[in-house]
């Protein structure tokens, strides 16, 4: 019994309980995922049965890894199968349980939330909070609730990723990577900017148009003009009783000595009927 209530796992080369970092990372992993998928489907479908189903399943989830023991939790059970062939990574499992308790309180705000069915920005925000969290630890390795623990100075003998140990190793180094950082930063800001001046014209919401696409957008503007000038110099008078007929435009007597010859890049484009339609020519 003792065995299966318990976090962590005792192993002969550590006096502490530890945990496999790398079955807690793919667990974040997969859950980022559905949640992320979860959230886009209520922009997508406007529902909240996705994400509300997850919620429940993240509730669900650290639940039984802080009252029973990860190794049963759905997550951490399909995480552990991923990566059952890599070499475990322990790391102690206090400053985890630490956190995750921190992710069953934002899972409790959100069962609030689905219980009552709020809707506010305090429910999204939870919920990009939890899908930052989970990010961080899948991809970067960095579990926030267990450097809160450290930072607590409560001691520690062997912290997820070695966060504890790293800045007093490596200060110097920390300090180029954050120089080059903001030198890549100030660099795509100024690609971006350049972009989006001179290629897209400052607006980047429509896409670019090629050369043919603007004079079609040009020739439809300019019969659109044409054909409310000619209405209006010359309204057709229809009988109640008369049939109905197709909107044609009458034109002018100053037609038939007009140029009726198409210029080069409606014929280029395969417009060449269509523009002696439009001003008349047939």
Known sequence: ????????????????????????????????????????????????????????????????????????????????????????????????????????????????????????????????????????????????????????????????????EVEKKYPTRRLKQGMMTLLYLVLFTGLYGTLKTYKYGGNTTMQAMSQEERDLKEFESDEVDTSTQTTMAHPVKIAANSPIVSEKLIPSKESDTKDCTPPQWAIDMGHKELWKEHHGCK
């Open 1 to 164: 019994m003792s065995s299966i209530f318990s976090f962590g796992e005792k192993i002969p080369e550590y006096d502490y309980k530890v945990i496999n970092e790398r079955e807690a990372r793919a667990s974040a992993g997969i859950m980022f995922l559905l949640g992320l998928l979860s959230l886009f489907s209520l922009f997508m479908f406007r529902t909240l049965f996705y994400a509300e189903i997850f919620s429940i399943t993240f509730i669900l989830e650290f639940a039984i890894r802080i009252f029973v023991n990860p190794r049963y939790a759905p997550y951490m059970v399909l995480g552990s199968l991923i990566v059952s062939n890599q070499e475990p990574d322990w790391v102690e499992a206090k400053p985890k349980k630490f956190a995750w308790v921190l992710g069953l309180l934002l899972g409790f705000i959100m069962a609030y939330f689905i219980l009552y069915d709020i809707m506010t920005p305090a429910r999204l925000l939870t919920c990009v909070i939890c899908l930052i969290l989970l990010y961080l630890e899948s991809v970067f390795g960095i579990c926030l609730g267990c450097i809160l623990y450290h930072k607590l100075n409560i001691k520690l003998e062997n912290c997820p990723g070695g966060v504890c």
